[in-house]
């Protein structure tokens, strides 16, 4: 049974269950966490006559939806409350500089509440307030030449008495970048955040979601450098 009645288009509304991936043009330009989608169901679409709805997004849900507090709601805004950004990339060499083919590119994040976690807040309806607690499991790196390196933590600054170690997330680059777009290869990094939350009901559950930052780097021979 369909969870609420919108009078001013003559459609019942339930929340989809399991909601549509981020891809999903259902979303309307927001992110999973931000509101919900919610499935519509339509006898009569307006001034037509004719069966009608689709599924629709929603900040919140009306008062009284579903018959209580729809803490799946309220755990989907905790969520969005939270602020959370893709990696605040940190890469070396850094912008300005040029990188060597054969040589590693250090990765990281800088790490912060919002870029890596964990982070928290809460949402409250009536007498039910649901936390919910985050932070990244992974980032997934897209080198811009085809390769990508997922990492499980954040990565480490690079400083230079660690000369030519192996980074703890980095990328060896075997091709310059001269032929790419504005002569630099482009990253891009995708993290995945896992997010926890309790009701004061007793219900708990947990969303993912993903949020995305670009970077690039200029990789050259060695020769060019010593030119």
Known sequence: MFGWFD????CYYQRMDPQPPASSVWWQGH?????AVFAAECPLTTGKGLPGGGPTWFQNPPPGYGGGVDVQA????AVSKMGLKGPAIGVAPPPGSQGVIGLPVWLWDKVSPTTWGPNSASASAGAVTVTATG????IVWDMGDGQSVTCTGPGE???ASFGNAQPPCGH???TVSASQPGGRYAINATATWV???QATTGQAGQITVTRKSASSVVIGELRDLNN
């Open 74 to 77: 309220l755990a989907q805004q």
């Open 135 to 138: 932070s990244v499991t992974q």
């Open 157 to 159: 600054a690079y400083q």
């Open 172 to 174: 060896t680059y075997t």
């Open 7 to 10: 009078s001013q288009d003559g």
């Open 195 to 197: 997010v926890n939350w």
């Open 31 to 35: 992110q999973p966490g931000d509101g």
